[in-house]
């Protein structure tokens, strides 16, 4: 059975950065695309950031410039490298992937930023 597992949430300063990852186990097959979601209280989830196995980006408008997503296709993980955090990039932070015509998901990881 697919299972996404993330890592590296945290409390961090306003200015700060943490760097997420999320790691696929159960397939011998890499994910086609992974990407990022978050959920702050009360709110959607939106898009933080997706990347294909050939390693295009998308980012959401609020995280361009500041988050950086990458992955390492033997590894079956991908990386978010969060930079400049504001607290209104507070959120759980889920990772995802797409495996054939299956979407999987992590259970997420709490960032939370703040004085």
């Known amino acids: 059975q697919v299972q996404l597992v993330e890592s590296g949430g945290g409390l961090v300063q306003p200015g700060g950065s943490l760097r997420l990852s999320c790691a696929a186990s159960?397939?011998?097959?890499?994910?086609?695309?992974m990407g990022w979601y978050r959920q702050a209280p009360g709110k959607q989830r939106e898009s933080v950031a997706t990347?294909?196995?050939?390693?295009?980006?998308n980012y959401g408008n609020s995280v361009k410039d500041r988050f950086t997503i990458s992955r390492d296709n033997v590894k079956n993980t991908v990386y978010l490298q969060m930079n400049s955090l504001k607290p209104e990039d507070t959120a759980v932070y889920y990772c995802?992937?797409?495996?054939?015509?299956?979407?999987?998901w992590g259970q997420g990881t709490q960032v939370t930023v703040s004085l």
């Open positions: 995802t992937g797409r495996l054939g015509n299956n979407n999987y």
């Open positions: 159960g397939t011998n097959f890499y994910m086609n695309i």
């Open positions: 990347i294909t196995t050939g390693g295009s980006t």
